[in-house]
C-alpha cells in the first residue's frame, strides 16, 4: 500500500507553485539555510537550484505537502533529514 505522506505527483505541483510564487517576487528569494540568493533560472539538478526544504523531516513523520521553505539543492542535501546524533553522545565508558 502506498504511504499518503509521499505523493510525489502532488509534491511536485508544490515545488513548481512555489517557485512560479517566488519568481513573481521583486526581491530575491533566499536560501532559509545559508542566506544566499537562489536563482531561479537554474535546472533542477544544479547544486545552487530551487528546492524546498521539509521543515518536519518526512523520516521523523513530516508530511510531503506539510511545511517548507525555500532551499538551494546542495543545502538542502547537506542538511540531510537534521536527525544526526552527536557520535560522543551516548558513550558509557571513557577511553585512554
Request: net charge positive; hydrophobic share 30%; aromatic share 6%.
Amino acid at each position: 500500500m502506498k504511504d499518503p505522506r509521499r505523493n510525489l505527483r502532488s509534491y511536485r505541483n508544490k515545488v513548481a507553485r512555489e517557485k512560479n510564487k517566488a519568481s513573481k517576487m521583486k526581491e530575491p528569494t533566499l536560501c532559509h539555510l545559508c542566506g544566499k540568493a537562489i536563482d531561479l533560472t537554474l535546472p533542477y539538478f544544479d547544486a545552487m537550484a530551487f528546492t524546498l526544504d521539509h521543515l518536519e523531516s518526512l523520516k521523523s513523520g513530516g508530511h510531503i505537502l506539510g511545511p517548507t521553505l525555500p532551499a538551494h539543492r546542495s543545502c538542502n542535501s547537506k542538511k540531510g533529514d537534521g536527525l544526526k546524533a552527536d557520535p560522543l553522545e551516548g558513550a558509557t565508558r571513557k577511553w585512554l
